[in-house]
């Protein structure tokens, strides 16, 4: 069971727009920033996104995150095949001291 | 380009410790404002924060792990280790080592995640 919560999947067609929702408490995401990370197949984690909504360069403009209260979404615009993939977000919790995961949503494109 | 790689055995027997290794290259592990954390993924599930610590050598560890868990840095070495004690099959996970940029607080590096099996 995680501290975050994820939807198990999402799904969309080329060129549609996804968003990942997540889950959290005012001891992690109500307090302080959301991140999110990509995982492809046999490798490791990417950033995609920190403090929430900030894209770190080389991340297209067409991935955003956004935060309000206690959960936070990641959107994903103009769906490619490359964007299937697993998608995580993470917060720090104030009240564990430690970061927290979210159990992941498994991006298909259809 | 700094580059983390794990090193350690890949399959450790039931009540022993798991020990890990985390080598940094192409940088100085002393040098910034970094936490050098371990995370782990179990086959086919989601990743868990295992621990972290600074290049002052504080450390957090994830309540749930943190009787069985110790991370050292070995700044001589340009290294960070884990050590699980008493594992069980359930410890049986691909073992990540990153950074995390302190400032902004991400993971910016990561290892390639070897796998690490729990059995007789």
């Known amino acids: ?48 996104i920190y403090r929430s909504n900030q894209r770190p360069s080389g991340v297209p403009d067409r991935i955003s995150g956004s935060k309000s209260g206690t959960s936070a979404s990641l959107a994903i615009s103009g769906l490619r095949s490359e964007d299937e993939a697993d998608y995580y977000c993470v917060a720090w919790d104030d009240r564990l001291s430690g970061w927290v995961f979210g159990g992941g949503t498994k991006l298909t494109v259809l | ?37 371990w995370i782990r993924q179990p086959a086919g599930k989601g990743l868990e924060w295992i621990g972290r610590i600074y290049t002052s050598g504080s450390t957090n560890y994830n309540p749930s792990l943190k009787s069985r868990v110790t ?50």
Not at chain 2, 89 to 106: F, S
């Open chain 2, 71 to 120: 991370i050292l840095l070995d700044t001589s070495k340009n290294q960070f280790s884990l050590k699980l004690s008493s594992v069980t099959a359930a410890d049986t996970a691909a073992y990540y080592c990153a950074r995390e940029y302190e400032p902004q607080n991400y993971f910016d590096l990561w290892g390639q995640g070897p796998l690490v099996t729990v059995s007789t």
């Open chain 1, 1 to 48: 069971q995680s501290v975050l919560t994820q939807p198990p999947s999402a799904s969309g067609t080329p060129g549609q727009r996804v968003t990942i929702s997540c889950s959290g408490s005012s001891s992690n995401i109500g307090s302080i920033y959301v991140y999110w990370y990509q995982q492809l197949p046999g490798a490791a984690p990417k950033l995609l």
């Open chain 2, 1 to 37: 380009q700094v580059q983390l790689q794990e090193s350690g055995p890949g399959l450790v027997k039931p009540s022993q410790t798991l020990s890990l290794t985390c080598t940094v290259s192409g940088g100085s592990i002393s040098s910034g404002s970094y936490y050098w954390n």
